[in-house]
Structures are given as C-alpha cells and as structure tokens.
C-alpha cells in the first residue's frame, strides 16, 4: 500500500509545483497524456519545452510503478522511485526558472539609475526604497 501512496504523493507533489508558480492560465489537473496535452495547448506552451517533456517523461515513469506486478517489485522499483524524486527535483527547478523568465519580461524597461557612470538596472523594491 505505501507504493500505492508514494506514487500518489508524487502526482500531488508535481501537480503542486506548477501550479503553485501561478505562471500558467489554466492548472495542471492530472498526470495524464490527455490532460498534460491539454495544459499544453490552453496555455499555449511549446510541446518540446523541456517543463512538458519532463511532466510526460514523469507520467510514464509513474504509469509504469503502477502496473508493475507485486512478483517483479525489487531494485527496478527502488530506481524508478528514485527517478521520480529526481524528477520531482528538477520540475522544481524548471518551474521556478520559468516564473523568474516571466518576472524579467514583466519588470518595466526603464527602470535605471545612473551610478558612477555606470547604468544600473534596479529592482522595483529597490526603487521603492529610494535607493
């Protein structure tokens, strides 16, 4: 039962890490074919983006912990649990460089100051701050 969990938890938690970045106009609702699909086309994402091949490289790394047999449960499990965290890991990774790109493209252009002679760009905080 607690493969059955784990298996869960990881779809909670892959699910969790991109919606939570609030990047995206419509959620993930599944780890499906179907449903990555349609994420991908509602939100208008490239389908080769490395964040798609990733959750799809991740839903069949899942599908297959799910229909292994209970007789060939051994190491293979172990290393594609391990794969899934690892997975898990670098979805983390992905997402957040995404949002960090779209807050680059949403700061406004002309926000500089000069300093030295040197052009400075400034964070919008920084600029609230009088810095």
Same mark, same amino acid.
């Given at each position: 039962? $607690? ?5 869960? #938890?990881?779809? %909670? ?14 959620? @993930?609702?599944?780890? #499906? &074919? ?15 983006? $490395?964040?798609?091949? @990733?959750?799809? $490289?991740? =839903?069949?790394?899942?599908?297959? @912990?799910?229909?292994?047999?209970? &007789? +060939?449960? =051994? &190491?293979?499990? &172990?290393?594609? $649990?391990?794969?899934?965290?690892? +997975?898990?890991?670098?979805?983390? @990774? ?14 406004? +252009?002309?926000?500089?100051? +000069?300093?030295?002679?040197? %052009? ?12």
């Amino acid at each position: 039962m $607690s493969e059955f969990n784990n298996r869960i #938890t990881a779809q %909670r938690d892959a699910l969790a890490i991109v919606n939570s970045a609030d990047i995206y106009r419509e959620p @993930l609702l599944s780890l #499906t &074919e179907k449903a990555i699909n349609r994420w991908v086309s509602t939100n208008g994402i490239i389908v080769t983006e $490395s964040i798609v091949l @990733l959750l799809k $490289s991740m =839903s069949g790394t899942l599908f297959f @912990l799910a229909n292994k047999s209970q &007789e +060939q449960i =051994s &190491e293979d499990y &172990e290393v594609l $649990s391990k794969k899934v965290d690892e +997975q898990l890991f670098t979805l983390k @990774l992905e997402v957040a460089n995404k949002a960090l790109q779209r807050t680059r493209v949403m700061l406004p +252009q002309n926000n500089h100051k +000069q300093i030295t002679g040197v %052009r400075v760009k400034l964070n919008p905080l920084a600029s609230a701050l009088k810095v």
